[in-house]
């Protein structure tokens, strides 16, 4: 197993890692939508937090070799249902040709106010 970190998404606050490679798979932790080296300071809105989020996804990805189109699950928790729509329309843009697997689960409120939180996995060829 090999720990993946990048200073391109933001730092683990516990003890974690940001991701781990293992037989040819990338398990990305769940990622909240603080921009890199930020003091956990949200973007406004959920448009915002759901790409910044998937920024942080691809950085992390880009870190351990591999990309968004090499993607087999992503799962996305959101406080409410009701921001579903906004999350999928950003999440199709950044995705683009990638069709990972993908749950959405709403959920009560999550770690610092944040509207979503990502976590996926990949293939690292």
């Keep these: 197993m090999e720990r ?9 606050a516990g003890h974690y890692s940001q991701a781990i490679k ?12 603080f921009p890199p080296g930020s003091k956990r300071i949200l973007p406004d809105g959920i448009a915002a937090q759901a790409r910044q989020c998937l920024e942080n996804l ?3 990805l880009d870190a351990a070799g591999t990309t968004l189109e090499n993607l087999v699950s992503v799962q996305i928790f959101i406080p409410d249902v009701a921001l579903w729509a906004e999350v ?15 749950t959405v689960v709403p959920t009560t409120a999550l770690h610092y106010g944040a509207l979503i939180e990502v976590n996926a996995v990949a293939l690292c060829p």
């Excluded at 293992?22 to 939508?33: D, E, K, M, R, T």
């Excluded at 999440?91 to 697997?101: D, L, T």
Aim: overall charge neutral.
């Design 22 to 33: 293992a037989n040819g798979f990338v398990f990305v932790s769940g990622q909240l939508p």
């Design 58 to 60: 691809q950085a992390i």
């Design 4 to 12: 993946i970190e990048t200073a391109a998404a933001p730092l683990p």
């Design 88 to 102: 999928n329309a950003v999440y199709e843009s950044v995705m683009g040709a990638a069709r990972p697997a993908r």
